[in-house]
């Protein structure tokens, strides 16, 4: 995997669920677009950009990082759903 310098902007609100989640997680996409899920969901390719966000690792996809210059919250969103779903399901 390659660790770069490249400047790819990344919300606060992505900074502070990767950190308040304690993992690593990767860009990836899917058919709905990018989409932010953790490495146990999808894990990471050798192709791969690596930014460190605290102790955590945000893998990010070469494909999409061709495309983007930020990193955006509505990328969390399919996981967010997941999230919920599986809140709801265990109540």
């Given at each position: 995997m390659e660790k770069t310098q490249r400047t790819l902007d990344v919300d606060p609100q992505v900074k502070a669920f990767i950190l308040e989640h304690k993992g690593d997680f990767r860009l990836c996409t899917t058919?709905?677009?990018?989409?932010?899920?953790?490495?146990?969901?999808?894990?990471?390719?050798?192709?791969?950009?690596?930014?460190?966000?605290?102790?955590?690792?945000?893998?990010?996809?070469?494909?999409?990082?061709?495309?983007?210059?930020?990193?955006?919250k509505h990328m969390l969103a399919?996981?967010?759903?997941y999230l919920e779903k599986k809140d709801r399901t265990f109540q």
């Open positions: 058919c709905g677009g990018p989409a932010i899920v953790p490495v146990e969901m999808k894990g990471p390719k050798d192709s791969d950009i690596v930014m460190q966000i605290g102790s955590n690792k945000l893998y990010i996809s070469r494909v999409q990082a061709h495309y983007l210059r930020r990193i955006e399919y996981y967010e759903r």
